[in-house]
């Protein structure tokens, strides 16, 4: 029988997520301080159109970060639904949950 | 008391109040039909899982939004210049919208191909069409409300369009408008449409469109229900849904790497006295309606092309939602001659969006 160790491997996974995530240089739920929100305010010359991209090295590189740890995230959650499938098949076929009804 | 025992203590607390075995039982009596149209069956839970992100992603978005003239392209401005992480955020809400479109056409094409709006599932199809409608209502109130100079120009197109139908065609338009042309009021409307109205209306339909699949199951293919085959089935608790898990992570995946690659831009702030820029077109799900339009000449038999073509439209718009019923026996020719039309309108759809964008 397939036994997973999914509970510490989730935890683990879920910690790595939003390490990285959260890693960025603020959160989004932050407040902007009243001089910045006042400086964009009074921007004369507004431009043509905004093109929205990370700021500055830091926040790119933690961007790549994220999405490097997204990607293993989710190619390790993957293969631990494989095991969780192949295993729940198995137990479908040996009938297990209606021998547990019985 | 050790971790597992706290688990079953906190299990039972809720059990006791809420009965949540129930639903389990549901579930893992709910059987999902194996064939080779099963794929198609992953596209309903992919629609939910962008509406779910839409709705959260949306909530972070009305935080900071502030829908009048003078201050809607600020607001959305700032959001993606100051606020952190706030171009993330609405990129991933513009994206998730466009990818829950384009899958719900999938997901529609797929039920008219495989036949699966045949007897009893007739209300499942019709709740279908009213969720895609609300879904391009969604799409096309939200368009406006960056208010650029292209959001303001594609409204400005869109909602004239049912002006073309002779009765009750201009009260359409002014009431989208909420007045003669597009202005603070249409924003502030369309505002309301987008965050209060349209989401009361899908959330009982899309009630109402999962309480039908429920009851009815899973559609099984037509061939197997004709020659009344056995086809294997598997539990949907918890078979099934480890393999939509799969499929959610990677479209996880797929949308946050593209959000973050492909933020959308934010144009200059709409000027009303301006005239329209060059190159407008509405989002891609609206270039083959608007293609259509284009191509129509002004004057047939003596009436505007834009009236019989909108006309035209609601027409096959009003048979399309009926189809069920006219495709009444989907295995005689009269069906295959549907299919048919469905494959043509797939080509027809996807000639005139290259069109339009070429």
Request: include cysteine; aromatic fraction near 16%.
């Given at each position: ?20 995530v959260?890693?960025l240089?603020?959160?989004f ?21 905004i093109i929205p991209s990370p700021k500055?090295?830091?926040e790119?590189?933690?961007l790549?970060?994220f999405i490097?740890?997204m ?32 | ?49 962008f509406?779910?992100i839409q709705?959260i992603t949306g909530?972070m978005l009305?935080?900071y939004y ?10 959305i401005a700032?959001m993606i210049t100051?606020v952190p992480l706030g171009w993330i955020i609405r990129s991933v809400h513009s994206w998730s919208a466009s990818f829950m ?41 939200g368009?406006?409300l960056p ?105 996880l995946g797929i949308l946050f790497t593209v959000a973050i690659f492909f933020p959308p831009s934010l ?16 989002e ?75």
């Amino acid at each position: 029988m397939i036994r997973v160790r999914k509970p510490k491997a989730l935890i683990l996974l879920m910690i790595c997520l939003f390490s990285a995530v959260f890693s960025l240089e603020r959160s989004f739920g932050q407040q902007i301080t009243p001089e910045k929100q006042e400086k964009s305010l009074q921007a004369e010359s507004k431009p043509e159109k905004i093109i929205p991209s990370p700021k500055n090295i830091k926040e790119r590189t933690a961007l790549y970060v994220f999405i490097g740890w997204m990607w293993l995230a989710i190619f390790v959650l993957i293969f631990i639904l494989r095991l969780k499938i192949k295993e729940a098949d198995r137990l479908y076929r040996l009938k297990f949950f209606l021998k547990n009804k019985k | 008391m050790n971790l597992k025992e706290f688990r079953i203590g906190i299990q039972s607390w809720f059990e006791d109040r809420l009965g949540l075995s129930l639903i389990t039982k549901f579930l893992r009596k709910k059987e999902v039909p194996q064939h080779r149209h099963t794929i198609w069956y992953y596209t309903g839970s992919a629609i939910l899982l962008f509406f779910g992100i839409q709705v959260i992603t949306g909530f972070m978005l009305v935080f900071y939004y502030k829908p009048t003239l003078e201050q809607a392209n600020e607001s959305i401005a700032r959001m993606i210049t100051d606020v952190p992480l706030g171009w993330i955020i609405r990129s991933v809400h513009s994206w998730s919208a466009s990818f829950m479109i384009a899958i719900v056409f999938i997901h529609l094409f797929c039920v008219w191909l495989t036949k699966s709006y045949r007897k009893p599932r007739e209300l499942t199809w019709m709740s279908g069409i009213f969720l895609l409608v609300l879904s391009l209502a969604f799409g096309f109130t939200g368009y406006l409300l960056p208010w650029d100079d292209l959001s303001l120009s594609a409204t400005k197109v869109g909602t004239d369009i049912p002006r073309c139908i002779p009765v009750g065609g201009l009260w359409v338009t002014k009431f989208l408008r909420g007045g003669e042309d597009v202005t603070g009021d249409t924003l502030t409307r369309f505002f309301g449409f987008h965050v209060c109205i349209l989401p009361v209306f899908i959330f009982i339909l899309l009630a109402l469109h999962i309480y039908l699949i429920q009851k009815q199951g899973m559609s099984l293919p037509l061939d197997a229900e004709r020659k009344k085959e056995e086809v294997k089935v598997l539990p949907f608790w918890p078979n099934f849904v480890y393999r939509e898990m799969v499929v959610w992570f990677l479209l996880l995946g797929i949308l946050f790497t593209v959000a973050i690659f492909f933020p959308p831009s934010l144009d200059k702030e709409a000027d009303l006295m301006a005239p329209a820029p060059e190159g407008v077109k509405p989002e891609w799900y609206f270039l083959f309606l608007f293609q259509t339009l284009k191509i129509v000449p002004a004057r047939i038999f003596s009436v505007s092309g834009d009236t019989v073509a909108v006309l035209f439209m609601l027409v096959l718009g009003f048979l399309f939602f009926f189809l069920p019923l006219i495709d009444h026996k989907p295995a005689g020719k009269k069906g295959k001659f549907i299919t048919l039309i469905a494959y043509a309108v797939i080509l027809y759809a996807v000639v005139m969006t290259v069109w339009s964008l070429w």
